[in-house]
Each structure stands twice: as C-alpha cells, then as structure tokens.
C-alpha cells in the first residue's frame, strides 16, 4: 500500500483532506460563477473585464496580507480543529451573502448598486476565511503525519485542492448562476460537518498574548522567517509562482471573449486545464522525489514553465477569429486548428508549476520546528499575498496604458527566470546545509 493510499484512509488525514477540498472546491465555484456571470452578462469591454477580474482577485487577497500575521498566531497557540469549527460555521453565512448577490444579478435587480458590490463583499469575505485556513492545512500535517509521511500528505493537499478547484471551475462555466448560488450555501454545510471530524490539534507550546496590531505583528512573523535561510528563499520563490499564477487567472476570462472569441465554457475549461496539470505536476514530483523534501527540480520546473507560457503567448497572437463572429462554444472551439496547441501549452504551464511549487510548501513545514509552522505558514501568505496584489495591479496597470492581454503573457514568462534563480539559491543552501549535517 502507497503512503498517499494509507493516508487517505486514516481519520489524521481525511476529514482535513476533504475539507480543505470542499473549501477550495466552493471558493472557486463562487468566485468563478460570479467572474464569469460579469465579464459575460454585465460588461461588453476588455478594459472593464479585465479591470473587474484584477479587482475581485485584489479582494480575495488583501486579507492574507492584513489579517495572516494573527492567523498564524491563532493556529500555533490554539488548537487547530476548534479553529477550523469556527471557520466553517463563518462559511455558511458568507455564502448566504454572496448566493445572494448571484440570485439578485439573475434577477437583474440592482445589478451593479446592489448585486456586485454583495458579491465583492462576500468574496472579500471568503478571502479572510481562508485566510485563517491556510496556516492551519499545512501545520496540522506535521502534527498528525510520521515524517515519512509529509511530503505525501503535503502532495495529496495540493493535488486535491487542484481537482476540486478543477470541479468547481467547471461547475461554474457550465451551470446557471442561480444553480451556483444555491451550491455553494449548500457546500458550505457540508463542509462544516467535514471539518467537526477533524481530530483535535492541541498547540504545541503554551499560550502566549496574541498581538492583534496587524503591522507588527506581520512585519515581526516575516522577520523570525528570516532566521532560517531554506524557509525564506522558498516564501519568496513560491511569492514569485504565485504572482505569475494570479497574472495568468485574471487574463483567462478576457483573454477567451476578447482573444479567441470563446464562451464561458472555454475559459472555464481554460481553468480546468490548469487545475489538471497542477494536480498532475503536484503528484509527479511527489513520486520523482521518493518522498524527500528538496527543491532539486525547482529551477529546470520553472525554466520549463516560461517556456510554455511563451508558447502560449505565440499561440494566442497566432489565433484568428473574424471580429463579428459569435462567441464558440466548447465543440466549435476544438475544432480550430491552433485550439489542441493552445490547451497543451496551459497543460505544461501547470504541470510544471505544480512540481515547482509543492516541494517548497513542503520546506515550510519540514525545515522550522512543529511549534511554528502554522506561523510559518502565514508568514509565506503575507508575502504571496503581497506579491500576487502587486501582479494584479502590475496588470491592471497595463491594461490602463494601453498594453494587450496577449503581450502582458510575456511578464508571467520573465517572472519565471527570476523564480528559477531563486529555486536555484534555495537548492544551493539546502546542500550547504545537508553538507554541514545541520537541519535547522
């Protein structure tokens, strides 16, 4: 028996595992269902489009960046699994809000006074929720995993979080927006009732004040990373993927009106393609690695990433639709000649993002002591964060002066360069370190 298949049919593992899945899974149902529903029903620009995709992807996630700090604290000095109860009975009711808004846009009632800003209200909202889950997902892995058992356990989180993005892209491209509303209400119950299986997670150190200053306390979380090298060089590697990652999301929907003349459904698919080779990438490294936390693959991962999204970019400047022609769907879609070449360039940018990505989420919680990781955790999302608020206004930016959806790909394809630099630099210390026989 595989560790993946021992663990998923252990109670340490699967309530968290299914919870975060359903958690992820209703986070990009909602937020797809709403982006989807505005870029093709209420707005006819690319400027607004695109404008409105970087504005909901700015909102969900601001409160990593503000609020991540007392996350961490919370997760490390209280148990994790009461924490998780709370976050998922909040779930609930910020889905009443936000199926609201999607019922009122259906409805066509106040559409853009009432119905969007509900709906951003609700999708900030969501932001703060898995802002406190994120710490929580991967510092309870260590807690409730042997060490042989991490980096798997880490993979499976990754993978699953990826396929129920995956289902949740779908849904949302495919189902009316009132079947979405009602969906993600109900995924939000469920999830609750998932997550009060989750054994408990006791902290590992005795309670300590909680500083609720947001500023010092992140600008204090982000300094104590610094004391361990490998942690800090992979914070800022992941910052780099996750900057291109927020870069390449807010383009899809645009990019497919605006671009290729394609529906809803293909840009869901889009998505779908992306949540696939991430889900693939994350399980191959896995097994390349033979469950050893290291970043060896790092750099020629990312390398190879760029490589596909330039591929990409030549792709879509290639693409040639007459202007006045409607909008394909899925079938009429495949059926161009360039449309095989386009998925399969999406395809290698995820998987080989995914092997980038998940061996540095691993360090986080391998290299610094269990006591914390959860702080650990949030001190990686305060600077993803950051970095993915400054990728959406990098291409908000744009966007204003003029620069086209097509050749802002090119920014997501130099990115890669600095990420394989510093996927080389962690790789380097992590020898240094191996070869002196030091582990923290």
């Given at each position: 028996?595989?560790?993946?298949?021992?663990?998923?049919?252990?109670?340490?593992?699967?309530?968290?595992?299914?919870?975060?899945?359903?958690?992820?899974?209703?986070d990009?149902?909602?937020?797809?269902?709403?982006?989807?529903?505005?870029?093709?029903?209420?707005?006819?620009?690319?400027?607004a489009?695109?404008?409105?995709?970087?504005?909901?992807?700015?909102?969900?996630?601001?409160?990593?960046?503000?609020?991540?700090?007392?996350?961490?604290?919370?997760?490390?000095?209280?148990?994790?699994?009461?924490?998780?109860?709370?976050?998922?009975?909040?779930?609930?009711?910020?889905m009443l809000?936000?199926?609201?808004?999607?019922?009122?846009?259906?409805?066509?009632?106040?559409?853009e006074?009432i119905?969007?800003?509900?709906?951003?209200?609700?999708?900030?909202?969501?932001?703060?929720?898995?802002?406190?889950?994120?710490?929580?997902?991967?510092?309870i892995?260590?807690?409730?995993?042997?060490?042989?058992?991490?980096?798997a356990?880490?993979?499976?989180?990754?993978?699953g979080?990826?396929?129920a993005?995956?289902?949740?892209?779908?849904?949302?491209?495919?189902?009316?927006?009132?079947?979405?509303?009602?969906?993600?209400?109900?995924?939000?119950?469920?999830?609750?009732?998932?997550?009060?299986?989750?054994?408990?997670?006791?902290?590992?150190?005795?309670?300590?004040?909680?500083?609720?200053?947001?500023?010092?306390?992140?600008?204090?979380?982000?300094?104590?990373?610094?004391?361990?090298?490998?942690?800090?060089?992979?914070?800022?590697?992941?910052?780099?993927?996750?900057?291109?990652?927020?870069?390449?999301?807010?383009?899809?929907?645009?990019l497919?009106?605006?671009?290729?003349?394609?529906?809803?459904?293909v840009?869901?698919?889009?998505?779908?393609?992306?949540?696939?080779?991430?889900?693939?990438?994350?399980?191959?490294?896995?097994?390349?690695?033979?469950?050893?936390?290291?970043?060896?693959?790092?750099?020629?991962?990312?390398?190879?990433?760029?490589?596909?999204?330039?591929?990409?970019?030549?792709?879509?400047?290639?693409?040639?639709?007459?202007?006045?022609?409607?909008?394909?769907?899925?079938?009429?879609?495949?059926?161009?000649?360039?449309?095989?070449?386009?998925l399969?360039?999406?395809?290698?940018?995820?998987?080989a993002?995914?092997?980038?990505?998940?061996?540095?989420?691993?360090?986080?919680?391998?290299?610094?002591?269990?006591?914390?990781?959860?702080?650990?955790?949030?001190?990686?999302?305060?600077?993803?964060?950051?970095?993915?608020?400054?990728g959406?206004?990098?291409?908000?930016?744009?966007?204003?002066?003029?620069?086209?959806?097509?050749?802002?790909?090119?920014?997501?394809?130099?990115?890669?360069i600095?990420?394989?630099?510093?996927?080389?630099?962690?790789?380097?210390?992590?020898?240094?370190?191996?070869?002196?026989?030091?582990?923290?």
């Open positions: 028996m595989t560790t993946s298949t021992h663990l998923v049919r252990t109670r340490r593992f699967l309530p968290l595992f299914v919870t975060q899945l359903l958690g992820a899974f209703n990009n149902l909602y937020k797809n269902a709403m982006v989807l529903y505005v870029v093709y029903s209420v707005y006819n620009s690319e400027a489009e695109a404008r409105f995709s970087a504005i909901a992807s700015g909102l969900f996630i601001l409160p990593f960046f503000l609020l991540s700090a007392l996350a961490g604290q919370l997760a490390d000095m209280r148990d994790k699994a009461r924490i998780i109860r709370i976050v998922k009975a909040c779930e609930i009711a910020i809000v936000g199926g609201t808004g999607l019922v009122l846009a259906w409805l066509g009632m106040e559409v006074a119905a969007i800003p509900l709906m951003l209200a609700a999708l900030l909202a969501m932001g703060v929720h898995s802002t406190f889950f994120g710490p929580i997902k991967y510092a892995l260590p807690q409730h995993l042997h060490e042989g058992e991490v980096l356990g880490t993979g499976l989180v990754e993978a979080t990826y396929i993005i995956l289902a949740g892209t779908i849904l949302a491209g495919w189902i009316p927006v009132e079947v979405a509303a009602a969906g993600v209400v109900l995924t939000a119950l469920v999830g609750y009732v998932s997550g009060r299986q989750v054994p408990p997670a006791p902290p590992m150190i005795d309670a300590q004040k909680i500083d609720y200053n947001v500023l010092t306390s992140s600008y204090d979380l982000i300094r104590n990373t610094t004391r361990h090298r490998q942690v800090f060089m992979a914070i800022v590697a992941i910052s780099f993927f996750w900057t291109v990652g927020t870069v390449l999301f807010i383009q899809f929907p645009p497919a009106k605006n671009v290729l003349s394609a529906s809803k459904e840009a869901s698919l889009f998505l779908v393609m992306f949540s696939i080779g991430i889900a693939v990438g994350s399980m191959s490294i896995n097994a390349l690695l033979k469950g050893t936390v290291s970043a060896r693959f790092a750099p020629a991962s990312v390398i190879v990433m760029g490589l596909f999204i330039t591929a990409f970019h030549y792709v879509c400047r290639a693409w040639n639709v007459h202007p006045d022609a409607p909008l394909m769907d899925v079938a009429a879609f495949i059926a161009q000649p360039l449309a095989v070449p386009l399969l360039c999406l395809l290698g940018i995820a998987i993002g995914g092997m980038f990505v998940v061996p540095l989420y691993a360090f986080l919680t391998t290299v610094v002591d269990k006591s914390e990781t959860a702080r650990t955790i949030a001190a990686n999302n305060i600077v993803n964060s950051g970095a993915m608020v400054i959406s206004l990098i291409a908000g930016g744009l966007t204003w002066i003029g620069v086209t959806i097509v050749d802002q790909l090119m920014l997501g394809a130099a990115m890669c600095v990420s394989a630099w510093l996927g080389w630099l962690l790789y380097k210390a992590e020898r240094e370190v191996r070869q002196s026989g030091v582990t923290r």
